[in-house]
């Protein structure tokens, strides 16, 4: 093989996967402003600037490019549960913290596709809707697991369920996706501190918190 040929293996599968990602984004878009149900792969094709028949060289199917958009998600939340889980000198509590922070951030600087991810889920077939699920069991044992070991360690209520306390976790990562609106005063990394403390706080419950 020559150098050019090894040049132009090593650039498609980047071209592809950039190709990709633009089409997802498109698609992000018109799910986003139009509802999955209401679009059409018409109307991705019209975003992309391309013709619909074009549209299906990357896709079988419009649920296709929800799954991807899912899959996409997944990625990128999984890699901020492994950061926090790589970060060496912290209580259990304290990892809460790190993860709710650094969630909300990233989930209020994505709106668009976060929005897609909570809203659509009932959309996918269900064997993709099971992947997701188990996708975000993960992150749910992993909370459970941190705040039985703050419970252990004396820094949050013993009295108080784990799992419940997980769910609400999660409600205060979540929910904001639904109402807020960049540029009306308050920021990603604003809210984020908010929700970081509520949850140090609803976590911790009677305990003094370090």
Known sequence: MTKATDRTAGKAPRTRRKRDDEVVAAAAKVFYERGYSAATVQDIADELGILKGSLYHYIKTKEDLLFRLFEQV???VEAILEEVLAVEGI???ERIQLYVHRQVVHNLNDLTRISIYYHELDRLSEDRKRSVIAWRRRHDRFLR???TEAQQQGLADPSSDPG???NCVF???IWPYRWFRAGHGDTPESIAETCTAFVSRGVAGGFPMN
């Open 171 to 173: 409600a205060t990562v």
């Open 91 to 93: 209580n259990p509590l």
């Open 145 to 147: 697991d941190l705040i």
């Open 164 to 166: 419940l306390l997980a």
């Open 74 to 76: 997944h990625e990128e």
